[in-house]
């Protein structure tokens, strides 16, 4: 039997990062439970009726939020609402693959490129690793607006 895996990030506010997260893999929100949205579209805005109709208290819209692949190839995300902030570094942390098949130069601009625009997103920088063959091809380390460690790789 083959396992299916998901990822789950706590998260002060787990719609926003939720969203900062589709932005950056490309990954969209399921719609709620029986409700079918027209071809890529995003289910978020579903999920803010559906709350509302189902008569959730308001305070509880924002207790959880997921996202998919869309292509159905990578893990489902689920953010849910803790009371406290992040304190220590992850132990589990997400590698963006994006500079598969580059090396050297070409491989830590197409990093930097990369990083530019997560920049623009929301996350932070943190450090960054040169190519040191044969054992690392060279790599970013950032964080997402909570805080989460990540690396673009």
Known sequence: MKAQIQVTFDALNP??????????????????????LPNGQDGLEAWDTF?????????????ASALEDPEGQGPRLYFQRVPEAKAV????H???????GLEGHERMIALERECDRLLALGARRLERHEPAPPMSMGFIVMADPEGNEFCLD
């Open 15 to 36: 719609r926003a990062l939720s969203i900062f997260w589709a932005e950056v893999l490309g990954y969209r929100h399921p719609p709620p439970p029986g409700v079918a």
């Open 51 to 63: 709350l509302k109709e189902s008569d959730i208290p308001e305070d509880q819209h924002n207790s």
């Open 94 to 100: 997400l590698d963006v693959r994006a500079a598969e």
């Open 89 to 92: 570094k992850n132990r589990v």
